[in-house]
């Protein structure tokens, strides 16, 4: 089968399908671009996670949460917390997840597809173009961007992604492998009442020591019945890949990253906690998101948070992203920079 490009519908939004005959992946341009599927087709194994409100048109707030379908999106030109940038005030998770992006090209040949999408910000002076490829009996979706600054100042930018996992992938079986240094936690209010860890502990990867005084190996995914939700960071990267491997299906995905541009990875859990709205316990995801930084919940504006990264006026910042599915394997000992996976013994 060669790759093909399947443009449709999904609850009223455009939808555009890059496949092969091993991988899928479905981007909603309208809708941030936001990628809401991603399956291995051989084994029929979907990646992200849907949340309880599902992919809706009828709620009027652009805030993030309320609407949230799960999937993958781009937060930028922030993370995290709502901040004030330079006087504008921009909600959860940046501007871009909430802009309609144009589909400015695509192309499909025999054994390479791939779409380009582009979006202009509207309280920062930022362009943003995205291609995604997918190439003929490769399992990995490669994912370049690029950012240009069209003012004529410096400015920050905390700029990252937020691929949530779940589907019949996530299960209590599986179990993340990185070659990092560090994992350290702040309490989301949110995970207040059923998060295991406090705020601000330290620990070597994969080890952090939760309210109980008992040391927890956060490698190790728990199943739903776990009832908890944290927020933790992982940095120190000797080498730039995550990767999440399940082990019963023997089946997994690994995210490859320049770990001089994302920095950190975001590890948001929420294995059945998460009381109140919007979960109301009914969530069970994870999220292994690359950034530039970490966010800062008390930080004033973005001038103050952790870790941003700056472009200058005119300067235009190029980064690319590899998603490798893989199978047949129980964990990653490593991956090199083209791609080969040596399996965990």
């Not at 599986?174 to 059923?194: G, H, M, Q, W």
Request: with cysteine; proline share 5%; hydrophobic share 35%.
């Amino acid at each position: 089968m060669s790759c093909k490009i399947i443009e449709h519908k999904i609850e009223t939004f455009r939808a555009v399908t890059l496949s092969n005959d091993e991988t899928s992946i479905t981007i909603l341009p309208e809708k941030g671009a936001d990628i809401i599927s991603l399956r291995d087709i051989k084994t029929d194994t979907e990646f992200l996670w849907e949340s309880p409100q599902g992919l809706r048109r009828d709620t009027p707030s652009k805030t993030f949460i309320d609407n949230y379908e799960g999937g993958w999106q781009e937060c930028f030109p922030t993370g995290g917390p709502g901040v004030n940038y330079r006087g504008a005030q921009i909600g959860q998770h940046g501007e871009v997840h909430a802009l309609a992006w144009r589909v400015v090209d695509s192309a499909e040949g025999e054994n390479e597809v791939s779409v380009t999408l582009e979006v202009q910000t509207i309280k920062t002076p930022f362009t943003l173009r995205k291609k995604i490829t997918l190439r003929n009996h490769v399992n990995v979706v490669e994912i370049e961007e690029w950012i240009t600054n069209n003012s004529h100042e410096t400015l920050p930018i905390l700029w990252g992604q937020h691929p949530a996992l779940g589907g019949n992938f996530l299960d209590k079986n599986c179990k993340i492998d990185a070659i990092a240094k560090r994992v350290f936690s702040y309490t989301l209010p949110e995970n207040a009442e059923t998060g295991q860890f406090n705020q601000n502990v330290e620990g070597e990867w994969p080890y952090l020591v939760n309210k109980d005084g008992d040391t927890v190996d956060v490698s190790e995914v728990p199943g739903p019945e776990a009832k908890t939700a944290d927020m933790l960071f992982i940095d120190g990267f000797r080498e730039g890949w995550i990767s999440v491997t399940n082990r019963e299906r023997k089946v997994g995905l690994a995210f490859l990253f320049d770990p001089e541009v994302y920095k950190t990875v975001w590890f948001w859990q929420m294995y059945g906690g998460g009381t109140g709205y919007p979960w109301y316990s009914r969530a069970y995801t994870m999220a292994l998101e690359p950034f530039t930084g970490i966010p800062d919940p008390h930080a004033a504006d973005i001038d103050h948070v952790a870790g941003t990264r700056t472009i200058r006026g005119g300067e235009t910042l190029h980064n690319r992203l590899r998603v490798l599915l893989y199978r047949g394997i129980k964990g990653v000992g490593r991956i090199s920079a083209d791609g080969v996976i040596v399996p965990r013994i």
